[in-house]
């Protein structure tokens, strides 16, 4: 197994939702980390605050192609994970030229860095959106299809480590498909921080699509998981993220009731219905827990109690408690 302890990793997008545990687990890992991230979505406070003030930050975009080179030649990393994407599907399909170019040309820049800077581990961070639709959970050996600009882009990110690679980059390549992720700390309007913003001020929310299933992994176990990918290459080095547990809108905001002791009513929104959204979307882990026999993943209801447990508003309001 590779030892990581004292070696220096790049996190792309290390702000993030993702990237802010990501980093902590990292450093808690003895390595050198450097977070490369343009900040368009938060500030560093909370980098700073879970991870420490002295971590190092450079505030940079991917999508300029000299200044992220040159960045990564000068810190020359001996692993870069690359999370840094726009990946609100809404907001992609909105605008496509921007996630194109985040997400595609971006990612391009990234890899060009790596090459000049003889990175020896890249770790991309793809999605289980690139599966074709399926009634049943996804392998990795699964045929592909993107059917959102999010999803395209990430598969374009994929090939451009296979045609890298083919080019004669000499790096290790781990593409990490990664389902739905959840936890404290999200303030992007995906599912479950759109229920606790409801849930916060009424028993009654309004939600779009409520019988559509996903595989909703904790940040912070997919956070372990992304540290772990550094000491080993899963086969065929592409390897899904998920829990292998599907779950509607439905179940949990039940999920949540129970947990607060309250009766919550969901309201049909017209407004937030997608015009096409897969019934199943969910994680075969077969080869996850091969590659890692000892992973334990939170299921869900433990995951949305920590929410509310690190959720001040919710937590000191009596009437939302069991």
Sequence with gaps: MTTISGKTVLVTGGAGFIGVPTVARLREAGVDVVVLDNLSETGPERLYSRCGADVRLLEADIRNHDGTVDAIKAIRPWAVVHLAALHFIPFCVANPHLALDTNVTGFANVLAGCDEAGVSHVIFASTGDVYQPSATPHAEHDLTGATSVYALSKLAGESL??????NGADYTATVARIFNVYGP????????????????????I????????????????????????????????CVNIGTGVGASATEIVEEVGRITGRAIEIVSNEHRLRKYDRPLLVADTSRLFATFPKLVLSPLYAGLQKIIDEDMTIASNRRLLP
Excluded: M, Q, Y
Excluded at 188 to 204: C, K, Q
């Design 161 to 166: 480590l296979t045609v890298e690679r083919s």
């Design 206 to 237: 309004r939600l779009g699509n409520l019988t559509t299933k996903r595989d909703f992994i904790f940040v912070e176990d997919l956070a372990g998981v992304l540290v772990e990918l550094l000491t080993v290459t899963p086969e065929n080095g």
């Design 185 to 204: 700390g999200d303030t992007v309007p995906h599912l479950i921080p759109d229920i606790f913003h409801d849930v916060r001020v009424s028993d009654r």
